[in-house]
Protein backbone atom coordinates (compact mmCIF):
# COMPACT_ATOMS: atom_id res chain seq x y z
CA UNK A 1 0.00 0.00 0.00
CA UNK A 2 1.36 3.33 -0.81
CA UNK A 3 1.47 5.52 2.61
CA UNK A 4 1.59 8.69 0.66
CA UNK A 5 -1.93 8.48 -1.09
CA UNK A 6 -4.93 9.60 0.10
CA UNK A 7 -6.43 7.68 3.00
CA UNK A 8 -9.84 7.31 1.23
CA UNK A 9 -7.92 5.37 -1.48
CA UNK A 10 -5.66 3.08 0.78
CA UNK A 11 -8.74 2.20 2.58
CA UNK A 12 -10.81 1.24 -0.44
CA UNK A 13 -7.76 -1.16 -1.04
CA UNK A 14 -7.93 -2.14 2.07
CA UNK A 15 -11.40 -3.41 2.66
CA UNK A 16 -11.07 -6.01 -0.63
CA UNK A 17 -9.07 -7.91 1.95
CA UNK A 18 -11.13 -10.44 3.30
CA UNK A 19 -11.80 -9.72 6.96
CA UNK A 20 -11.01 -6.22 6.94
CA UNK A 21 -13.85 -3.62 7.85
CA UNK A 22 -14.57 -0.65 7.89
CA UNK A 23 -13.06 -0.37 11.54
CA UNK A 24 -9.80 -1.70 10.77
CA UNK A 25 -9.47 0.24 7.64
CA UNK A 26 -9.94 3.94 9.20
CA UNK A 27 -7.78 2.49 12.45
CA UNK A 28 -5.16 1.92 10.00
CA UNK A 29 -5.52 4.96 7.87
CA UNK A 30 -5.47 7.09 11.23
CA UNK A 31 -2.20 5.06 12.86
CA UNK A 32 -0.33 4.41 9.66
CA UNK A 33 -1.51 7.17 7.09
CA UNK A 34 -1.80 9.99 9.94
CA UNK A 35 -5.16 10.59 9.04
CA UNK A 36 -6.28 13.08 10.99
CA UNK A 37 -10.12 13.12 10.52
CA UNK A 38 -10.87 9.19 11.19
CA UNK A 39 -13.66 8.79 13.32
CA UNK A 40 -14.83 5.16 14.96
CA UNK A 41 -18.13 5.66 15.49
CA UNK A 42 -18.51 1.37 15.72
CA UNK A 43 -15.65 1.04 18.54
CA UNK A 44 -16.99 0.08 21.61
CA UNK A 45 -14.91 2.42 23.71
CA UNK A 46 -15.89 5.55 21.61
CA UNK A 47 -19.59 4.15 21.99
CA UNK A 48 -19.31 3.49 25.41
CA UNK A 49 -17.51 7.28 25.76
CA UNK A 50 -20.47 9.33 24.36
CA UNK A 51 -22.94 6.87 25.96
CA UNK A 52 -26.35 7.25 25.77
CA UNK A 53 -26.05 8.52 22.68
CA UNK A 54 -27.38 6.93 19.37
CA UNK A 55 -25.02 6.39 16.28
CA UNK A 56 -26.62 9.14 14.23
CA UNK A 57 -26.07 11.42 17.90
CA UNK A 58 -22.44 10.81 17.79
CA UNK A 59 -22.09 11.31 14.34
CA UNK A 60 -23.83 14.29 14.33
CA UNK A 61 -21.66 15.52 16.85
CA UNK A 62 -18.45 14.31 15.51
CA UNK A 63 -18.95 16.32 12.67
CA UNK A 64 -17.60 19.42 14.56
CA UNK A 65 -14.83 17.59 15.51
CA UNK A 66 -14.08 18.07 11.43
CA UNK A 67 -11.11 17.32 10.51
CA UNK A 68 -9.52 16.28 13.82
CA UNK A 69 -11.92 13.47 14.86
CA UNK A 70 -8.97 10.84 15.30
CA UNK A 71 -7.49 13.01 18.03
CA UNK A 72 -11.19 13.34 19.63
CA UNK A 73 -11.72 9.27 19.47
CA UNK A 74 -8.04 8.82 21.27
CA UNK A 75 -9.17 11.83 23.76
CA UNK A 76 -12.77 9.38 24.12
CA UNK A 77 -10.82 6.29 24.61
CA UNK A 78 -8.27 7.82 27.02
CA UNK A 79 -11.50 9.26 29.02
CA UNK A 80 -12.38 5.78 30.29
CA UNK A 81 -9.25 5.60 32.17
CA UNK A 82 -9.63 8.56 34.12
Known amino acids: YDLTA ?3 TEMQKLLTI ?3 GTWTAKYIAMRTMGWTDAFLETDTG ?3 ALSPRTPKEMLQLAEAWQPWRS ?3 I ?3 NS ?3
Open 71 to 73: YAS
Open 80 to 82: LYH
Open 18 to 20: RGI
Open 6 to 8: APD
Open 46 to 48: IKK
Open 75 to 77: NLW
